[in-house]
């Protein structure tokens, strides 16, 4: 480091959707993110991995050096990248933006207005297809669901004209290829099986769209969340994860009117379930009211949703959401 900055960087955010179709790399500089910006902002990421991970091993003196260092990188890195005529960060790509704001680099008090450069540079400049490398792409579709735009994010993820997942398919690809253009760019580089260009794709199937995720506070599904996103254009998702534990499951369909929703938690774990709702006694569970039913333990609603706290089991719940 030089002044809290990470200075050395390889490949930056590779394989960037180039300008021409017959390019392998952009050779615009506006389409480029700085790699002394996507250095440091992934050794602070990993400083979080570190703090949380010493809390959770009782290291707690590591945990506070991990967070000094932090700190110190948070406030070099605003005031090295930072642009407040733009509101944005460096030269303004989606991924200069998307890491600090993902990775609560940026202060609460810019963030509307930096998830505003983002929106603008996919809706309007990118059309609503996908401008990131390989390191914007593994944060976008999270990101952007984060910010309450579900609606965009499955449609960066239904997309099938370039550069997109469903344009390597309309094209013949049965993996994943290393460029967004691999069928027209010089085929010397493109490995046609490279998996990571998927970037956050499948995890924001499993956590945002089935709603399956890890309570951070605990280790290994211990403490499961449960917390579906809802596209208006998606009307069902059947998904299970193998923990450690047992078996999760998540399936529910979708009406204009009504969610119904079937979940499984294994024995010797609980979950927080956010159930999209109008109100708690627009909720119900096998047929009863949420507070008639054993193993619901709590239950309040909360932007849009009726949470409650359930242990293990298997639950169906139905709900009025307009």
């Known amino acids: 480091m030089t002044d809290y900055i990470v200075t050395r960087d390889k490949y930056g955010d590779w394989c960037v959707p180039p300008e021409d179709l017959k390019l392998i790399h952009a050779k615009d500089s506006s389409r480029l993110t700085d790699g002394k910006l996507i250095a440091t902002a992934y050794y602070f990421k990993l400083l979080s991995y570190m703090q949380r ?5 009782g290291n707690d003196s590591d945990s506070k050096e991990y967070e000094m260092l932090a700190e110190n990188m948070k406030k070099a890195f605003h005031k090295r990248f930072y642009n407040p005529l733009q509101f944005g960060y460096s ?13 609560g680099i940026c202060p609460d008090s810019l963030k509307e207005k930096v998830f505003a450069n983002i929106y603008h540079k996919i809706t309007v400049e990118s059309k609503s297809h996908i401008s990131t490398g390989l390191i914007g792409t593994q944060y976008l579709m999270r990101g952007l669901t984060e910010y309450d ?13 370039y550069p997109s997942y469903g344009y390597m398919i309309a094209n013949g690809a049965t993996t994943i290829w290393e460029l967004w253009n691999g069928n027209t760019a010089d085929p010397g580089m493109n490995s046609q099986n490279h998996v990571m ?11 945002n769209l089935a ?23 998606l009307h069902f998702v059947n998904a299970s ?44 569970e096998s047929g009863k009211e949420l507070s008639k039913t054993e193993g619901v333990q709590s ?24």
């Open 53 to 57: 991970f010493a809390k959770l091993t």
């Open 91 to 103: 030269n303004n790509t989606i991924t200069a933006n998307l890491l600090p704001l993902y990775f």
């Open 149 to 161: 735009n579900t609606n965009l994010a499955f449609k960066l993820a239904s997309n099938t004209t």
């Open 197 to 207: 260009m998927l970037g956050d794709l499948l995890i924001w199937y499993y956590e």
């Open 211 to 233: 709603g399956i995720r890890t309570d951070k506070t605990n280790v290994g599904f211990k403490q499961i969340i449960m917390k579906p996103s809802l596209p208006d254009n």
């Open 241 to 284: 994860y193998k923990s450690m534990h047992g078996l999760i499951k998540s399936d529910w369909k979708k009406n204009d009117k009504t969610f119904e929703w079937n979940i499984s938690i294994p024995a010797n774990t609980s979950a927080t379930v956010y159930i999209p709702a109008k109100s708690v006694k627009d909720v119900m």
């Open 299 to 322: 239950a309040k609603w909360e932007n849009g949703s009726a949470i409650v706290q359930i242990g293990s089991g298997q639950y169906n719940f139905k709900s009025l959401i307009k």
